[in-house]
């Protein structure tokens, strides 16, 4: 049921872009709290070694460590349960977080994109909700979620564009949001249809399944 499911679209700008067209931003509290934090790393490197005021830096760096630590999780705990509570079905892209540490380093690790989908993971088996992840070269953000007409020349930079086809003003987050939402679904359909099937007819299923284009 598209009524009660929602897809995801990770992002650097907002932390997740919704099917339902909200865009969520993430507090990134390291990022907030990196010049302190280097501050205070400072301060514990030039105290004298088993000093007490060693020992006083140290602590000071360490809860600073741990508020920042505790405001991510904070987040992500609470917005995981709303997107839980809110949906049936959840789609999500399946990440390539080594790939995007490489490029982003510290910001990936900000964000935390790995934990949040864990936390949505268990959370969905405890509510009996399903998540759904679609292939990570799946083309969302290049396909017009209105009409299916697929734009290779999209690049990165376009925020923005506009369907030749069928004349749709698509914001590109939104729109691969809702690409995600209808590829996962089309995927959760097709295991549910799996299930009830005899063996033998499920390499014929899956076969007749893959030929249909998107937009069908």
């Not at 934090?37 to 020992?55: F, R, V």
């Not at 992500?76 to 977080?97: G, R």
């Not at 509510?127 to 292939?135: D, E, F, P, S, V």
């Not at 007409?149 to 564009?161: E, M, P, S």
Request: charged share 30%.
């Amino acid at each position: 049921d598209i009524n009660n499911s929602v897809g995801l679209d990770f992002g650097l700008k907002n932390f997740i872009t919704t099917s339902k067209g909200e865009k969520i931003y993430s507090p990134q509290p390291l990022k907030k709290n990196i010049k302190k934090l280097a501050k205070l790393s400072k301060q514990h490197s030039k105290k004298k070694a088993n000093s007490k005021n060693k020992e006083k830096a140290r602590i000071k760096l360490a809860r600073l460590h741990e508020k920042i630590s505790n405001q991510r999780l904070d987040f992500l705990q609470k917005l995981s349960s709303k997107l839980i509570s809110e949906n049936q079905t959840i789609c999500i892209e399946d990440l390539n977080l080594q790939g995007m540490s490489k490029l982003w380093g510290r910001k990936i690790n900000d964000l935390s994109y790995y934990t949040f989908t864990q936390m949505l993971l268990y959370k969905s088996v405890w509510n009996g909700k399903n998540l759904i992840k679609i292939g990570r070269f799946e083309p969302s953000s290049q396909i017009c979620s209105n009409c299916g007409y697929q734009n290779h020349d999209l690049k990165i930079t376009n925020r923005t564009w506009k369907c030749p086809i069928c004349g749709s003003d698509l914001d590109r987050d939104v729109n691969a949001a809702i690409n995600i939402r209808d590829f996962g679904l089309n995927e959760f359909n097709l295991r549910q249809e799996l299930s009830e099937v005899k063996p033998l007819e499920r390499k014929a299923l899956t076969k007749r399944n893959r030929k249909k284009s998107f937009s069908e």
